[in-house]
């Protein structure tokens, strides 16, 4: 992961994001055949929010980390579960075994680092077959609550950017040899919300904190504002989990590529 982003202090802010959707993490499950037993990697595996999931599917899950404050939020978060090993690590150069793991994810991380070098790793410790996955979770910025907040946004940066979270991942992912076609799945899901945790989760908000800097302090308190009032103590938020998915080739296929 890119060192230079520290996310000590949003850390407690992530437990207060959304759980992916269930109907997506069916999807990918299929997809991929993915079964309990299997070795997964959890790459800027954070607080657990990915974790989780793959740990209540059977899976057997090594968690890399690079944040401390965050990989300890995630280690209290999962220890009951049995089959978890947390490490610290980079994305981009883990330091686990070639060819050990049957799945390799990155949930909301795959933007924070250097994608053609994270592939190239979980190629690396990819199993022929295996499957490498990343995902997000997107607002429904066509709900009037979610365009009044972006309303906000542009109006204190106005040159904001959503960075790569929002981007189609097929082509950077095409352009690494080990792997074949990239697949997408998608599924909308709405999760009603405790108005006070949903401005929490935005402290989380790393990409809207770089670009607004001084400003983003203020530009919580106006968010909060309008969600208060619309909320009533509770707001429906609409939401899009995204995957990108693609499984690495055997050498066979690879070099027919």
């Not at 202090?9 to 069916?26: F, G, I």
């Not at 991929?32 to 059977?58: F, H, I, K, S, Y």
């Not at 404050?69 to 686990?96: C, D, Q, V």
């Amino acid at each position: 992961m890119k060192l230079d982003w520290d996310y000590t202090d949003l850390a407690r802010s992530y437990l207060k994001r959304p759980e992916y959707c269930t109907s997506a993490l069916e999807q990918m499950f299929l997809l991929t055949g993915t079964q309990p037993g299997m070795l997964a990697c959890d790459v800027g595996a954070g607080t657990g929010n990915l974790t989780v999931p793959l740990l209540e599917r059977g899976l057997r899950v090594v968690a890399v980390e690079p944040n401390a404050a965050m990989r300890t939020l995630g280690i209290g978060r999962t220890a009951h579960h049995k089959e978890i090993n947390w490490i610290s690590g980079r994305g981009e150069e883990m330091g686990l075994a070639f060819s050990a793991f049957d799945l390799v994810t990155f949930g909301s991380s795959f933007g924070v680092v250097e994608r053609a070098a994270a592939l190239a790793e979980a190629a690396r410790i990819l199993k022929d077959g295996g499957w490498f996955v990343c995902l997000w979770n997107h607002r429904d910025l066509d709900d009037p609550v979610q365009q009044s907040i972006e309303r906000l946004i542009q109006q204190e940066v106005p040159d904001y950017q959503y960075g790569i979270r929002r981007q189609d991942q097929s082509e950077v992912i095409q352009a690494n040899p080990a792997f074949g076609q990239a697949a997408k799945v998608e599924a909308s899901f709405e999760k009603v919300v405790d108005t006070e945790e949903w401005l929490e989760a935005w402290r989380s908000h790393a990409t809207l904190k770089r670009q607004a800097g001084s400003k983003f302090e203020a530009l919580l308190a106006a968010i909060a504002e309008l969600v208060r009032k619309a909320g009533n103590g509770k707001l429906a938020v609409p939401y899009t989990t995204r995957a990108w998915l693609a499984q690495k080739l055997t050498r066979k296929d690879e070099s027919s590529r």
